[in-house]
């Protein structure tokens, strides 16, 4: 398993997320971004909680934050060079953002994310 400080692989996440254009980021509500330990299942590298966009009505309010989880240790541990890394961090950044945005995983698999 390749081996990564999570300070960096925080910076990894955050220019994955700098990727993303600005007109789709500007869209992105409520949601907070951060970095777990231990999936709640094997190879799970991400994962979103919450309310997507697109499910949110008039009486969404006072909610606390939709959470992406992105599963660092998971990620090294398929990854086999440094470039896959931030690959793999960028794929996953943009498959959980994806969810917030409404889009399920089969239209992600049709798009070639998944």
Not at 5 to 25: G, N
């Amino acid at each position: 398993m390749l081996q990564t400080s999570r300070r960096h692989f925080e910076e990894l996440v955050a220019d994955a997320l700098d990727s993303i254009p600005p007109e789709l980021t500007d869209y992105m509500d409520n949601v907070v971004i951060t970095l777990a330990e231990d999936p709640p299942e094997p190879g799970l590298l991400g994962l979103y909680e919450g309310v997507p966009l697109t499910e949110r009505g008039d009486s969404y309010s006072g909610v606390l934050p939709d959470r992406i989880l992105i599963y660092w240790k998971e990620i090294l541990a398929i990854c086999d060079t440094a470039e896959d890394v931030v690959e793999e961090v960028r794929i996953t950044v943009v498959h959980e953002i994806a969810h917030h945005f409404g889009i399920d995983d089969e239209r992600l698999h049709e798009l070639g994310w998944s």
